[in-house]
């Protein structure tokens, strides 16, 4: 039976309209995900992204991947996040990019998105979807949104081994996170919806390398700017953060799952 902790999308909300949101972006990059662009553009080129295609980003944040792929691979996307902080920005960042006419941006609900059946040619998401509270739901409404053919490609952090509830409650508790997946287990929600699943990668040893980096970032590289924005407390919860879940990710107890599947 899958753990689950009471964390909900308001929890969230209130870490992304915060300076919990600002935090992550100066750690992570405006991507908000390990690997930033180049893990970005890895997932892109295996789901075999062209010219036009429509995509539909769910948990689409600041809109830093969606920009990145509308420039770079010139396909249409249109975004959805619960957050409002994000969409706000997001949609600054776009304009300023002269992008506007290539992304669109929803507040929604990956559980409920707000798209007829079979409107995309690609449903994307990167590292986001470990908020969600019935990740099983998200997964079917990907499969009514997808053209028939169409692909599902994201990353997520997901559990790769061995974890006690003792060892997963303070990752959970650092993130909000309600539950993670484990990486056979994605598998099964996606075959249960029908997918074909092509591809399943553990990516855990390059997920504890970009928390080395976090923890460097953290420790050393942000820390006198941590302090004077956002406070000693503050400063303590990210260091707490990066260290045990670097820790987690070495003992691959956790780490980062790619999935591509076809509808």
Known sequence: ????KDYTIKDVQDVYDGPGGLLWEAVMGEQIHSGGPEATDALAQMVGLKKDM???????????????????????VKGVDA??????KAAERTKAAKLEHMIEYYEGNAMDLPFKKET?????????????TDKNRLIQEAYRVLKPGGKIAFTDWIITGKISQSELDPLLDTMAFPYMESFEGYQELLKKSGFKVLKALDQTEEYARCFDEYYKKVHVDLKPTILQNFGQD???FASNLVTIWQKAAHAHQVGRGLFIAQR
């Open 1 to 4: 039976m899958t753990y689950i």
């Open 54 to 76: 429509l995509i539909c980003d769910i948990c689409s944040a600041l809109g830093a991947p969606a920009r990145h792929l509308a420039s770079k691979y010139g396909v249409m």
């Open 83 to 88: 957050t409002k902080t994000m969409l706000v």
């Open 120 to 132: 995309f040619d690609v449903v994307w998401g990167q590292e986001a979807w470990c908020y969600v």
């Open 234 to 236: 503050l400063f303590d």
